[in-house]
């Protein structure tokens, strides 16, 4: 059960990350100046389409890019551990334990050769001086909580012998299995039918409040994070250019590419039946070379010289604001006219 005198405790803080590839053509700016908080028992969502960084900053907050991918932050830090001076040998003691991952696809990211038993117990064995067989009983009390019958029989079975489904509810059991203070899931949902969606969404929920965990779900499903985030961070082309709580981005967003995903979807009440769905104009940029100003500028509306420049922070309300040069009536009148406020 959460520790209710902990609950709003810092547990995760990224400032200013960089993420550098080195490509034949050039450096890819992966990942531009992003930064966020995470507490206690808080849900953080990364929302943005694909190829925008979501993924790329998870990945580095886990310890798992390559080595030669260049990564650098103001501040990169798990509660008073700093992320970006461990060694692979002491980020091996925190990953799985203290942070874990549900990764996007379970079908490779469960290996293919072990069975499900092995693979639950191996987290526990390695950060645990328990014996297997507790390792054992507390992944079949696990695979019971995450709601898959017959749980003990189920540690025998391989991944190619369980459902989409039930390989994902593995996937959170296995994450489960040391009692994690931050859970990253990335995608969790994706490829699962809508009824199947649901109840994985309902499950992490309910974990999360019984456990105290902190969680960050990564998305490009609006629909998702709507469900389950406390607040929100839009990310474009590997820069943050919106952020805030839940409803207030739900409720007033203000950047023009926010705006243009959530113009995207039918909302009842605003969008009439039978009327053309909004869309976003152009393509996503090259993010190789020399990246200045906004990198949205050539997609959007109210583009001007200032957005080649360096970007303003656009205060909106406390905790909510995005990085634009309009002014807020702008921004506004142009969220009126897509019928988003």
Known sequence: MMNQSKFGET????????IDIPTPAGILHAVHGVGFTLKRGETLGIVGESGCGKSVTIMAVMGLLPKHIDIRADC???????????????????????????????MTALNPVFTIGNQLTEA???????SRAEAQDKA?????RVGITSAKRRLGQ?????????RQRVMIAMVLMCDPDVIIADEPTTALDVTIQAQILALLADLQKETGAAMILVSHDLGVISRVADKVMVMYAGREVESGSAKDIFSNPIHPYTQGLFSCIPVPGKKQRGSELGSIPGVVPSLIGDLKGCMFRPRCDLAHDACMGELPYLKISEGHGAWCTSSQDELRSRAEKVALL
């Open 124 to 130: 526990y064995l390695r950060h645990r001086s328990g």
């Open 11 to 18: 547990m995760l803080k990224v400032e200013n990350l960089f």
């Open 76 to 106: 990169l830090q798990f509660l008073d551990v700093d992320l970006l001076n461990l060694t692979e040998r002491q980020f091996a003691d925190i990953r799985g334990e203290r942070i874990a991952m549900i990764f996007q696809e379970p």
């Open 140 to 144: 079949i009390d696990l695979l019971d």
């Open 158 to 166: 391989y991944p190619h012998q369980l459902s989409g489904g039930l």
